[in-house]
């Protein structure tokens, strides 16, 4: 029996057609990397090709690793001449032979993401530029992503000045000085391998023609997550025999902000007019009723090749739709689920996997898990408690409760920044050694102190704002002084104005951590910090919980691409959570909606027996209520496949308890007043946005904190919010929800 013969028939007909360019589109579980493998051994085997001739190139080394291991099981001998390797390290063999054409060496040094932040650095003091306001990691970004669209630092530049955006212009300033230094340096960022290598292959004729003769039969896996200058490289490489197979699915495309561009994948055969498309829509992993939600889920995207998936595995129970009245009981739920199924002997812990669409969501799991005893792993991300702008605040907090952690006082004594160097630092800690007092005591008596000198200025402001908020201690609930630590130490405007994907996460947990602080109040008769910082500590404590794989997975969608799991569990699944409320709001709706919506996909086609798609009514954020309404990709779902019905509440009419669920903290009194904004008005912000009593109507004109001022065009009401449609003066026409929008009538 050939071992082609337990493909089936799309399959080999991937494997068998070998000349010219090949699309093939794989959907979820369809058995792509056997038909990739398959592949290399037929080229060899059946075509007679040498191996030498066969490029293999995929995302990332374990790919590339398990790649390698299944074609030397089904090749043999000679199979080591096939050049299976990453994008990156392909360009790097690449680069180290012959970089020096470019006016490199050979001996190049690859900088990592440390290495070109401390470069960044250096580049903006060099200019005189104010990271508080402009900061590096924003130039980084913007870099980035010039690379991977091949966009040289002149043309950069030359884009900015037509833009007349002082912003851009900056960049392109800092992009110039920042190749310059690379090449200063004989180095090369991560960005820089792949674009030095297109840039070699389109400017030396001499070693394109080399390596076009080398690579006569090229396969890339994971298409649809290429960059403009990968597709450019490939095209490059493949441009003489045109023997281009690409394996991928549009419908899995959800790294855009990575970089990835669609449109390589969905303009294939107008790239390579000659193509052949194959689709692979048998799927392997899931019951007909996951493939039949997920198929009705992603028909609603434009932007993608139709393929639908279909499998010889049973029907398989249908998808279980829970609404819970909040995230508290989200979790309980699929917690008492989880111990349900393991006690029952349905399934094993390790057979669970949770997903949701930010890490911010996982703390509500992590302490259900934690109480009930579940062991599980976050993975692609750290625990909550864990993470660094986490520690940052909560160390705060653990210093204006007693001071006495020296550990937590210096974690914060830079943080932002003071300019106290590490010789103070120590010598401070001195200090306090040969008195016999804590670190933070001694730097209380930081001018006397005689070795450190005019440092004793930089450390005063410390030791004062730690002092006025144990002042205000007694005066202010946990989550007003966590709120009052982010406004004044501009921890927050900080992120922002770093305007990264990964800033923009932590500004989630920073939120999520005011929700839990908030949600602490609401549950304790007295609530004190004390008692707050004693029920993280338990939660957090929990590292190396249970030690092999029977344990429940706990991930972003993003990181659960490429794996599967006997039960998934959907969760947060809300409009303007899931999708995201900025993607409702984007300029660019329609396709960041798609985007998401290839998420959701991804989150569905995980799943290999069963599937709960959970949501809330209500949840905490940055600790006030707010309502929430049905996912829209829930509601894509047809109800026959859903075992659960979709609730649509009629528009709520306020009443006393809605104001007290935003405003009313559980300690009573005056000294409960937020900082720079009276109780009153605060109310009146929250339950102004409530269905029914919005203080504007249609041709009102409104201000925006972000947009400016503008004219209400259009109110629509929904279950839990208006969506508002206004027309501002200069950012244009926008659409939003009334509640995240704060519009204020002028």
Known sequence: MSIYDTLNEQQRLGVTTTEGPVLILAGAGSG???????????????AG??????MAITFTNKAAGEMRERIDRLVGHGSESIWVSTFHSSCVRILRRYIDRINFGTNFTIYDADDSKTLMKDICKRLNIDTKI?????????????????????????????????????????????????????????????????????????????????????MV??????????????????????????????????????????????????????AVTIKLEQNYRSTQNILNAANHVIANNVGRKKKTLWTDNDEGRKIVFKQFDTGYDEADYVARDILSGVKNGNYRYGDYAVLYRTNAQSRLFEERFVVSNIPYKIVGGVNFYARREI??????????????????????????????????????????????????ESLKRADEIPSIGKAAAKIRPFVNFIQMLRSKQE?????????????????????????????????????????????????????????????????????????????VVLMTLHSAKGLEFPKVYLVGMEDGL???????????????????????YVGITRAMKELAVTCAKTRMVRGETRYNAVSRFVKEIPSELLEGEISR???RKEKKEDREVFVRPKRPTMRQQPSGQSMQARAFASVNTMPGSLSYGVGDRVLHIKFGEGTVKAIVEGGRDFEVTVDFDTAGTKKMFAAFAKLKKI
């Open 32 to 46: 792509k990397t056997r038909v990739l493998t398959h592949r290399t051994a037929y080229l060899i085997e059946e």
């Open 49 to 54: 090709v040498n191996p030498y001739h066969i």
């Open 134 to 218: 402009y900061k590096e990691r924003s130039f980084l970004a913007a870099i980035s992503s010039a690379k991977d669209e091949l966009i040289s630092p002149a043309e950069f530049m030359k884009r900015a000045l037509v833009s007349a955006d002082f912003a851009k212009r900056k960049q392109a300033e800092v992009y110039q000085e920042y190749q310059e230094a690379l090449r200063k340096n004989n180095a090369l960022d991560f960005d820089d391998l792949i674009m030095k290598t297109v840039e070699l292959l389109q400017t030396d004729a001499e070693v394109l023609a080399s390596y076009q003769e080398r690579f006569r039969y090229i």
């Open 221 to 274: 896996d994971e298409y649809q997550d290429t960059n403009t200058a990968q597709f450019e490289l490939i095209r490059l490489l493949a441009g003489k025999y045109k023997n281009l197979c690409v394996v991928g699915d549009d419908d899995q495309s959800i790294y855009k902000f990575r970089g990835a561009n669609i449109y390589n994948i969905l303009n294939f055969e107008k790239y390579f007019p000659e």
């Open 391 to 440: 520690k940052d605040l909560l160390a705060y907090l653990k210093t204006v409760d007693n001071g006495r952690d020296d550990l937590a006082v210096r974690r914060i004594l830079n943080v932002p920044k003071r300019g106290i160097g590490a010789t103070t630092v120590t010598r401070v800690s001195d200090y306090a050694d040969a008195y016999g007092i804590s670190f933070y």
């Open 475 to 551: 005066f202010l609930s946990v989550s007003q002084l966590l709120k009052e630590i982010i406004e004044e130490t501009g921890y927050v405007r900080e992120l922002e104005a770093e305007g990264t994907d990964e800033a923009e996460a932590r500004i989630e947990n920073i939120d999520e951590l005011i929700s839990k602080a908030a949600a602490y109040e609401e549950a304790q008769e007295q609530p004190t910090l004390s008692g707050f910082l004693e029920e993280v500590a338990l939660v957090a404590d929990i590292d190396g919980l249970e030690e092999g794989s029977d344990y």
């Open 578 to 600: 899931f999708p995201s409320y900025m993607s409702i709001t984007s300029d660019d709706a329609p396709q960041e909606l798609e985007e998401e919506r290839r998420l959701a």
């Open 649 to 651: 509440p009629a528009a």
